[in-house]
């Protein structure tokens, strides 16, 4: 058996071989008895060609069983984690989170949607898309070093004020300019998992700092086109008849009314708006479906599910809410 799989790592392209991995459900069981077969083997080689073959694939092997393994806990670590924890996690360790993490967690995406548990491929490819999206949004925040000082500072500045109340109103004045970076999120998102984790800080520091990253979240989420917020409120209702009820509600003409912290937003918009965001939304993940940056893995490691179920809404608001 040792041998067979020898050969199959022997006559794969070593590019290919973190998908072995990937897949391989009894991996970790056969790992040592082949690395121990593969020197074994080297050392009977009588030609001195074979022997080094043998003799660096194991090592390769062996280096890349190590670095699976990392992948492996990280991912294993987020994924216990809050979600709202996500990002301050990919502000932490983005180093980690190498291309190579990404190859291998599109191979694990893979082998889980082979299987059978439906949750279990619904839950790691939002995961999946979770994490791209984070390190994307990361790599794009943190391109100007003078930025992220900026954001630095300003959250020291905030975190001056004498009272919640003041920082809470420095927020909004910081809203009101549209000066809400996603560089002072992303140090905010940062403060706020280094206090959380540290058994060192006191709760009320940790209150507070949560606090303050959820409301700069709250409040720059306010600021996404309301088609944006009614569209990821109805994508979340499970139940047909839910979200045909919410979409009555949205295309109903009326007052709209926000409330920061709660969930008693009144919002609408014409059905057309929604239709041409949908839209533009499958467009483009068909179109970086295929590209090879981050943004086009993440459009292939999103859950088909998802786009599959604009698609049903898009069919749904035609039927019933188009002229």
């Not at 990280?74 to 180093?95: C, H, I, N, Q």
């Not at 000066?179 to 940790?206: D, N, R």
């Not at 917020?229 to 709209?256: C, H, M, V, W």
Request: glycine residues 4%.
């Amino acid at each position: 058996m040792y041998d067979k799989l020898t050969d199959v790592f022997d006559k794969r392209e070593e590019k290919d071989w973190i998908g072995l991995l990937a897949f391989s459900g009894k991996w970790r069981e056969l790992r040592d008895g082949l690395f121990e077969r593969v020197k074994t083997r080297a050392q009977q080689c009588e030609d001195p060609d074979d022997e080094m073959r043998l003799s660096k694939l194991r090592r390769k092997l062996m280096a890349l069983d190590e670095r699976v393994d990392g992948y492996h806990a990280l991912l294993e670590e987020v994924r216990a984690k809050e979600v709202d924890m996500w990002e301050g996690f990919v502000a932490t360790r983005r180093a980690e989170f190498s291309p190579e993490f990404f190859t291998y967690l599109t191979f694990k995406l893979e082998a889980v949607a082979q299987g059978e548990d439906d949750n279990a491929k619904e839950s790691m490819a939002k995961d999946a898309a979770l994490l791209l999206s984070l390190c994307e949004a990361y790599d794009e925040a943190s391109k100007d070093q003078a930025v992220i000082e900026e954001a630095t500072q300003t959250l020291q500045d905030i975190l001056q004020c004498d009272s919640l109340d003041a920082m809470d109103a420095k927020i909004d004045e910081l809203a009101m300019a549209n000066q809400i970076s996603p560089a002072l999120i992303l140090t905010a998102s940062k403060a706020h998992m280094s206090v959380k984790e540290s058994p060192y800080t006191s709760e009320e520091v940790k209150d507070v700092m949560a606090h303050l990253y959820f409301k700069m979240k709250d409040t720059t989420s306010r600021q996404q086109p309301k088609e944006v917020r009614i569209l990821k409120y109805i994508l979340s209702l499970e139940d047909p008849q839910d979200q045909r009820n919410a979409l009555e509600e949205a295309f109903t003409p009326g007052p709209e009314l926000e409330e920061i912290g709660s969930n008693t937003d009144l919002l609408w918009c014409e059905p057309a708006a929604l239709l041409k965001l949908i839209d533009v939304i499958v467009e483009n993940f068909h179109q970086s479906a295929g590209k090879k940056n981050l943004r086009g893995d993440a459009a292939a490691m999103m859950s088909p599910a998802i786009v599959e179920r604009m698609k049903t809404l898009k069919q749904l608001i035609i039927a019933h809410f188009s002229d």
